[in-house]
């Protein structure tokens, strides 16, 4: 027996996830990740797989972290990374389990400072290597797209990489077309290779996609940067 959204109702398990998954998905603001995260506590004593429970909260915890500052930053962060390794704990298989922890040492050692964040490179590495190999389409090419960006972001001598930036998002495109960070990070990358006509290509379609999708403030904010780094490549171009 399951209890969802106020009712009791005897589903599949997989049918609660999906009713939990949509819900996440559809969240905007931290109000709404914490009732996801109350809807997961509701039925925490039923679940069969905990490590299906136990990474979906600190998928939860890492949004609100991403969302918040200060000591309630590095606090979700912390509560995503231990929900996370529960869930490895239970099953040492789990791609989001291993992408979420990933990500959430990252951010904290974003949170910590530079010493920190210098600390988190190879953990970070280790657990999307792993979760890459697990399951790369997870997360519209989650994997793929978290080491693309580690490349690019790091400076060369720690690692950075702009061939594997390009290599790693070009795989992440593939996997998620319809997700708009992957052509808009692609593109970064490929203008930073001086591939400025890839650049733009990438931000056309990334354009494109957009005003086929609602109208939300993620989109609208996704679409200014779209639209900011297109007309700095079409200066470049002119130039």
Known sequence: MFVLLGFSVSVQADEVWDRLDKMYDEARSADQWLEVEAQLQKIKGDVA?????SWRMGRVYYDLGKNSSGEAKEKFFNQCL???????????????AYFYRGLCIGKLGEARGLWSSLDAIDPLR??????????????????????GKMY????????????????????????????????????????????RNQARDT???????????????ETNRLMQRT???????ESDLRN
């Open 82 to 96: 231990v929900k996370a390794s529960e869930a490895l704990s239970v099953n040492s298989n789990s791609a989001p």
């Open 126 to 147: 280790e657990n999307m290597t792993k979760a890459l190999k697990l399951d790369p389409a997870f997360d519209h090419g989650g994997p793929h797209r978290a080491l």
């Open 203 to 217: 931000l056309a379609q990334l354009q494109r996609l957009l005003k086929s999708q609602s109208a939300s403030e």
């Open 227 to 233: 639209t900011t780094l297109l007309n700095e490549l």
């Open 152 to 195: 690019f972001e790091l400076p060369f001598f720690l690692g950075g990489d702009g061939d594997l930036a390009v290599k790693h998002l070009e795989k992440a495109l593939n996997l998620g077309p319809d997700y708009g960070d992957n052509y808009y990070f692609l593109a970064e990358a490929y203008q930073a290779k001086g591939k």
């Open 49 to 53: 797989r905990l490590d299906e429970w």
